[in-house]
């Protein structure tokens, strides 16, 4: 990060027992730094000494940080793309009840400033936002990749079906009125309704053994009405021979 050698800060600090110190630090932005947003950090190493019950001295090292950001005057130029778009299907074997859309993506901040990103993920009239609930905020910094997985529950198998994401990125402080078109990306995916197609066979299946019973119902029938006729046709033919 180029912003970390901006910053100044003296080398040691020390501080005694219940005593807390204030280090200041000075950040110098030189005349080419390009405007935006930059982010520093500066880490601190605490040695402290302890001594154990057998009367040793321990020295015990902790690191602590804090991040530095520079917003450095000029034009801003927030922007973001969606990249890296992958889709799939989560299929129910039942046929009566839909399945879940799963979407993979990739959110970058092409601009020069810092963004928080808010979306959605829309699939067959199903939605679902991102971050979800429960989920922090995301914060990308100019350069910044943060990649999302996002399922959208209550999706009908369509054989294709549509989806899109649409991100809504904010810029983080004084965005000196700048604004941040919205992205968005297609997320169709493929989904062949093979739950239903096995349904309707079976449905096709039993339509049709139903109709070839009957067939052989009317058949068998026929063949009887035959024979009883032919039966009764001999009687009336033997009936004078007799008498």
């Given at each position: 990060?180029d912003?970390?050698?901006?910053?100044?800060?003296?080398?040691?600090?020390?501080v005694g027992?219940?005593e807390?110190?204030?280090?200041?630090?000075?950040?110098?932005?030189?005349?080419?730094?390009?405007?935006?947003?930059?982010a520093?950090g500066i880490?601190?190493?605490?040695?402290?000494?302890?001594?154990?019950?057998?009367?040793a001295?321990?020295?015990?090292?902790?690191?602590?940080g804090?991040?530095v950001?520079?917003?450095v005057?000029g034009?801003?130029?927030?922007?973001?793309?969606?990249?890296?778009?992958?889709?799939?299907?989560?299929?129910?074997?039942?046929?009566?009840?839909?399945?879940s859309a799963?979407?993979?993506?990739?959110v970058?901040?092409t601009?020069?400033a810092?963004?928080?990103?808010?979306?959605?993920?829309t699939?067959a009239?199903?939605?679902?936002?991102?971050?979800?609930?429960?989920?922090i905020?995301?914060?990308?910094?100019?350069?910044?990749?943060?990649t999302?997985?996002?399922?959208?529950?209550?999706?009908?198998p369509?054989?294709?079906v549509?989806?899109?994401l649409?991100?809504?990125?904010?810029?983080v402080?004084?965005?000196?009125g700048?604004?941040?078109?919205?992205?968005?990306?297609d997320?169709?995916?493929?989904a062949?309704p093979?739950?239903?197609?096995?349904?309707?066979a079976?449905?096709?299946?039993?339509v049709?053994s139903?109709?070839?019973?009957?067939r052989r119902?009317?058949?068998r029938?026929?063949?009887?009405l035959?024979?009883?006729?032919?039966?009764?046709?001999r009687?009336?033919?033997?009936e004078?021979?007799a008498?």
């Amino acid at each position: 990060m180029d912003a970390g050698l901006w910053i100044d800060v003296q080398e040691t600090v020390t501080v005694g027992p219940d005593e807390t110190a204030v280090v200041p630090f000075t950040t110098t932005v030189p005349d080419n730094a390009t405007p935006g947003d930059h982010a520093a950090g500066i880490a601190a190493s605490v040695l402290s000494e302890q001594v154990g019950a057998d009367g040793a001295a321990v020295g015990v090292e902790s690191r602590v940080g804090f991040r530095v950001m520079t917003r450095v005057t000029g034009d801003l130029a927030p922007a973001a793309s969606i990249e890296d778009v992958s889709s799939s299907y989560g299929l129910s074997w039942n046929p009566f009840a839909p399945g879940s859309a799963r979407v993979t993506f990739t959110v970058v901040n092409t601009g020069n400033a810092r963004l928080l990103v808010t979306g959605a993920l829309t699939a067959a009239g199903a939605e679902a936002a991102f971050p979800g609930p429960g989920e922090i905020d995301q914060e990308l910094l100019p350069g910044d990749r943060r990649t999302f997985t996002v399922t959208v529950d209550d999706v009908w198998p369509l054989v294709y079906v549509p989806a899109s994401l649409d991100a809504t990125p904010a810029v983080v402080g004084e965005g000196d009125g700048a604004a941040v078109d919205p992205v968005a990306a297609d997320a169709g995916f493929w989904a062949l309704p093979w739950p239903q197609f096995i349904a309707l066979a079976g449905i096709g299946l039993l339509v049709a053994s139903t109709l070839r019973g009957r067939r052989r119902s009317r058949a068998r029938l026929a063949a009887l009405l035959a024979e009883a006729r032919e039966e009764g046709r001999r009687e009336a033919e033997e009936e004078p021979a007799a008498g």
